[in-house]
């Protein structure tokens, strides 16, 4: 593995673990180290209304109704510079309690669909991840639903790409 070239893992686990975080039984185990990526790309983040622990620690004023949600959905916007606000001293201000979505996240996704993200410092940690020799079918049938999906998003396409393979219902 080069220099600039970041273990993804082995293939087979990450697509277990990210089935797992998908369906909200757990969270992504990403080795982010000290990577905020995804912190400081200008995402607004979802928080549903039974994620209590994370809502009571984030100033009301911070949250918005989530356009086309039911009553209760938010977003957590993101400051002037692009920043979550929760972000302090390059770090969750809030990450024990941080939201489904943060927990979920995997930048790896885009890596295994084969999908340029729409954010260029994530694209530029994507592109590093390299996974282990296994799982090559798996991986290939991944990038051939990313290349047939037709989603508003990079990250749509590459949760849906994960999904299909998984045998998700389709949406």
């Known amino acids: ?35 905020t990526a995804c912190c400081t790309s200008a995402q607004f983040v979802h928080i549903g209304p039974e994620e209590t622990a994370t809502l009571a620690r984030i100033p009301p004023a911070l949250l918005f109704p989530a ?19 929760m972000l302090a001293d390059g ?9 489904r979505a943060c927990r979920t996240y995997d930048c790896r996704i885009f890596a295994a669909a084969g999908i340029e993200p729409d954010q ?5 940690r994507s592109r590093r991840w390299r996974f282990g020799a296994d799982g ?25 790409a994960v999904e299909a393979v ?3 219902p389709k949406r």
Do not use: N
């Open 166 to 168: 998984l045998g998700y």
């Open 120 to 124: 260029p410092l994530i694209a530029e």
């Open 91 to 99: 770090r969750c201000s809030i990450y024990e309690h941080r939201p």
């Open 136 to 160: 090559t079918e798996q991986r290939a049938a991944i990038r051939a639903a990313a290349a047939s999906l037709d989603a508003p998003t990079a990250t749509e396409r590459a949760v849906r």
């Open 67 to 85: 356009p086309r949600m039911p009553k209760g959905h938010v977003l957590l916007g993101y400051d002037e510079r692009g920043h979550c606000p």
């Open 1 to 35: 593995m080069g220099d600039d070239e970041l273990d993804a893992g082995d293939f087979g686990s990450w697509l277990v673990e990210m089935d797992g975080a998908l369906r909200g039984e757990r969270a992504a185990g990403v080795p982010c180290g000290t990577c």
